[in-house]
């Protein structure tokens, strides 16, 4: 089992940047592939990055793909979602997930979730 703690979110101008952390409980952080979701009140929980366990692959949605990374430190237990060149379309509550099977955007392949931190992007 793990735990997670999202942080890092806030307020910023269109095309500034964000970088999200998320920082796991446990010895077995390494062996987990991790993803970021986020969630508008308009829409379903939307996939956004996930990375293996040991960070060799990454999947990204379209929507984000040249603009955010990915990026964990499996030392520090955390992982890691780099936000560049934000547009206000990105504002969202942002989630990291756990799970022990496939880099994967489906949210119910994910069995740890964090509580969210909040993105908010002016225009």
């Known amino acids: 089992q793990v735990q997670l703690v999202e942080s890092g979110g806030g307020l910023v101008q269109a095309g500034g940047s964000l970088r999200l952390s998320c920082a796991g409980s446990?010895?077995?952080?390494?062996?987990?592939?991790m993803g970021w979701f986020r969630q508008t009140p308009r829409l379903e929980r939307e996939f956004v990055a996930a990375?293996?366990?040991?960070?060799?692959?990454?999947l990204y949605a379209d929507s984000v793909k040249g603009r955010f990374i990915i990026s964990r430190d499996n030392a520090k237990n955390t992982v890691y979602l780099q936000m560049n060149s934000l547009k206000p379309e990105d504002t969202a509550v942002y989630y990291c997930?756990?799970?022990?099977?496939?880099?994967?955007?489906?949210?119910?392949?994910?069995?740890?979730w964090g509580q969210g931190t909040q993105v908010t992007v002016s225009s």
């Open positions: 990375i293996s366990w040991n960070g060799g692959g990454t």
């Open positions: 997930a756990a799970n022990l099977e496939v880099v994967t955007r489906i949210p119910y392949e994910y069995d740890y």
């Open positions: 446990g010895r077995t952080f390494s062996t987990y592939v």
